[in-house]
């Protein structure tokens, strides 16, 4: 079985720094196709960051530049380094991954429970 446990949300002032760790488990999966997702109140589930199928990074342009995405895959663990926070980043953010095809991910389909980050002003 595939699981995705999210850890390190918390509250924060404006500028400030977290990190979110994800334990990833689940023999199926390879080190690809694995990201980050958040959703406000109120808003669309957005995705954030991203290892795609060729192992490159992609990212929200809402984001670009302030968070990154890593991973140790001895640990199987994932991380989003998140710096220079603003109240618009306050969201719910999940781990998530997809089943890897020849060139390209899968729907992202297996998810973790969420963890909160709240940034105020």
């Known amino acids: 079985q595939v699981r995705l446990v999210e850890s390190g949300g918390g509250s924060v002032q404006t500028g400030g720094s977290l990190r979110l760790s994800c334990a990833v488990s689940?023999?199926?999966?390879?080190?690809?196709?694995v990201g980050w997702f958040r959703q406000a109140p109120g808003k669309e589930r957005e995705e954030v960051a991203l290892?795609?199928?060729?192992?490159?990074?992609t990212y929200a342009d809402s984001i670009k530049g302030r968070f990154t995405i890593s991973q140790d895959n001895a640990k199987s663990m994932l991380y989003l380094h998140m710096n220079s926070l603003k109240p618009e980043d306050t969201a719910t953010y999940f781990c998530?991954?997809?089943?890897?095809?020849?060139?390209?991910?899968?729907?992202?389909?297996?998810w973790g429970q969420g963890t909160q980050v709240t940034v105020s002003s």
């Open positions: 998530a991954a997809a089943k890897s095809g020849r060139y390209n991910c899968g729907t992202y389909e297996y």
């Open positions: 689940g023999k199926t999966l390879s080190s690809r196709c």
């Open positions: 290892i795609e199928r060729d192992a490159t990074t």
